[in-house]
């Protein structure tokens, strides 16, 4: 698979919303929250042309029954696929190319709450947005036929940020 980052496409976020209405149909009242993740949802940054979807609900055990409800949607169940506690499937266009991301975890879980503070710490923060927009910008050039290299490319700058993404959110909220 090609790895190919796109400037910002202020479309992102209408298909976000588009698909965020289908799925809270067949999810139904499992969903707590439906969130826009990953770098379509931080504005102005290059990015691979996936939304990528957080879905927290109030029980995990409940989103299996849910799964054939998902694939009538066209996405195709993983499972925990590597990260313990969560529910992901993935879409595809037509052409076979990925589309869509979807990240089921329980509401208030870590792994939510690092992917939504790594979000607003991105949009909270243009500099360090940037900064990431050209390194990976800098790792599709570099490794444009080789998905994992690019994903291990970005690894310690995000882990990094979501490290100080989570201190910057606990202030703030310390704040209020």
């Given at each position: 698979m090609k790895v190919e980052v796109i400037p910002y496409d202020l479309r992102w976020q209408d298909a976000f919303v588009a698909e965020a209405k289908k799925i809270s149909v067949a999810l139904g009242e499992t969903i707590a929250a439906i969130h826009h993740i990953g770098s379509t949802a931080i504005p102005n940054i290059y990015a691979k042309p996936i939304i990528d979807i957080l879905v927290e609900v109030n029980d995990l055990?409940?989103?299996?029954?849910?799964?054939?409800?998902?694939?009538?949607?066209?996405?195709?169940?993983?499972?925990?696929?590597?990260?313990?506690?969560?529910?992901?499937?993935?879409?595809h266009n037509a052409m076979g190319d990925r589309t869509h991301h979807v990240h089921i975890f329980e509401y208030g879980s870590p792994e939510s709450d690092r992917h939504l503070a790594f979000r607003d710490y991105m949009i909270a923060h243009p500099e360090a947005a940037q900064h990431y927009s050209q390194l990976k910008r800098s790792l599709a050039a570099k490794f444009p036929n080789h998905r994992e290299s690019y994903m291990d490319g970005k690894d310690s700058f995000i882990r990094e940020k979501e490290r100080q993404a989570l201190k910057w959110r606990n202030t703030i909220n310390c704040q209020h």
């Open positions: 055990a409940q989103v299996e029954a849910r799964n054939a409800a998902m694939e009538a949607l066209g996405y195709e169940v993983m499972g925990e696929f590597g990260i313990a506690g969560r529910r992901y499937f993935r879409k």
